[in-house]
């Protein structure tokens, strides 16, 4: 079992910063690669950016390339989204997410609460 925490979103204007976190416990969060999704009303959870077991690969959905960070500290058993220069399209509930990554990421079924972005134009 893995339990998900997310924070850090909110109500920001375009071309703002938020900078979301998520903590996680109950296994060994440096076992599984960490990753961020998105979903809004209506659509399909959409994966926004991956990160690999120690942090030397990131691999990033084309929306949101040169704009949004992943990154992990093992230590503190978080994984973090810098999200800049924001859009009103970045408007979702974000989720962090453990899984494989290997090339492409393949999430397990274990999920927090989220957090809410809303971006103003």
């Known amino acids: 079992q893995v339990q998900l925490v997310e924070s850090g979103g909110g109500l920001v204007q375009a071309g703002g910063s938020l900078r979301l976190s998520c903590v996680a416990s109950g296994r060994t969060f440096s076992m599984y690669a960490m990753a961020w999704f998105r979903q809004t009303l209506g659509k399909e959870r959409e994966l926004v950016a991956a990160i690999s077991k120690g942090g030397g690969s990131t691999s990033y959905a084309d929306s949101v390339k040169g704009r949004f960070t992943i990154s992990r500290d093992n230590a503190k058993n978080t994984v973090y989204l810098q999200m800049n220069s924001l859009k009103p399209e970045d408007t979702a509930v974000y989720y962090c997410?453990?899984?494989?990554?290997?090339?492409?990421?393949?999430?397990?079924?274990?999920w927090g609460q989220g957090t809410q972005v809303t971006v103003s134009s």
């Open positions: 997410n453990p899984g494989e990554y290997s090339g492409r990421y393949y999430s397990y079924d274990y």
